[in-house]
């Protein structure tokens, strides 16, 4: 494990944060690339079922953000 | 229990002869001891079949979902809240409902006693005045204390009275305060521990399920058409008793009742196993107290607190 | 959920939330570096709820 990335699997919602990580990318930011971006219509497209297949999945963490 | 199981008869009677509902449900001796079963008394003359005693542990409200006929109920405390929670959810029509309450003295651990006995449990009796259970069997016969083998979420029970009804059976019971029960000393217990100590408690917990969702079709909030479990495409968990998805199974069951149980208890009862299916859905039941001071159930106006927005809600989990 | 997913044992740190406005690049970089390094300092552990292959096949 140690040698390995971790895998951050993140829900991002259309209008907020992922037009944030849009203007991140456009204005030269840099950020970690653990990060895996999932786009979703709203927050509100959020289920616990998401969360409990991305960590089944193996995903290490997961991160949602409206 | 006599009295009440008397009452319970002449009310369905009554209700039955003036036409007032098409049926009542209530309990009838099971075929095994213990566990006794739901009836539907259609006609006067089949009123005579219900019972009321200490092994009615099964939760009614499961049979009323979408319903058309006026109904007259047998409910407890809790019973009446889950008709409260099913009418929130529009899932019964109050009107069509005619609430018979129960001031309920809790009911007896089908598994204690199973553990207590030697052998197979052939008859219980109840002693009313004494306040005893006694099993007996081939070979043994053994009394204990009610108190004792009372069902945990009966012992901490803080809403004993029904809180919809139409005619009370009897005076009302004096309830527990939450001070006295202490509801919430075995989820503070687990809290306590440390990742992997709760991480190994669940895993020992879960380890002797076989998937038989009988919890789930116990529970009368278990209404979905169609269970997530039951989903293909996309599968969110495997059919299989393996560890990961019977962890899965039960984090989202008992997820799906947040802000919607009412630790009847019916879960726990219906295990075949014995796996104490509290241990997941107490949690969310303290967490929505905690957070939004809500109990499931109470009336049959407000909306539970995931469903709705205030801007008073917590929100110091999000960054 | 984050409550009882810990309340089972998974560790906090594992799922987070946050509220970023689309004009706010800066506070995305800034959780996004944060939730990496609280994941980091969980690497030694082992993941928990990853569903693996039956043993037997």
Redesign the interface.
Known sequence: MADKEPKILSFLCNWCSYGAADLAGVSRMEYPSNIRVIRIPCTGRMSPKFILAALRQGADAVWVSG | MKSYTDKIKEIAKRLLKEDKVDMVIGYRKGTVPLMHQPFFATSEGEVDSFVWDSNCGLNLANYITDRKERIGIVATGCNSRNIAVHVVEGKIQRDQLYIIGIPCQGMVDRHKLAAMAEGNIASVEEDEDKGTITISGQGFSKSVDKAEVLQENCSICVHRNPVLCDELVADEVTEQTREQADPYARVRE??A?S????????DDLLSDCIRCYACRNACPLCYCPQC?VDESN?Q???K?V?P??I??FH??R??HC?GRCTDCGACVRSCPVGINVRD?TK??EK?CLELYGWEAGLNTEQRPPLDTYKPEDPED??? | MKNLLEHMGVEPERLHFSWISSAESTKFVDVATKVTESVKSLESKEKKFVKTKPKVA
């Open positions: 687990i809290e521990m990742p992997d100590d709760k991480w190994a408690h669940f997530f996309p969110w968990v495997g299989s393996d990961t998805d962890r899965t984090l989202l008992a997820y947040a997941f949690k969310l967490d989990f999000i960054k």
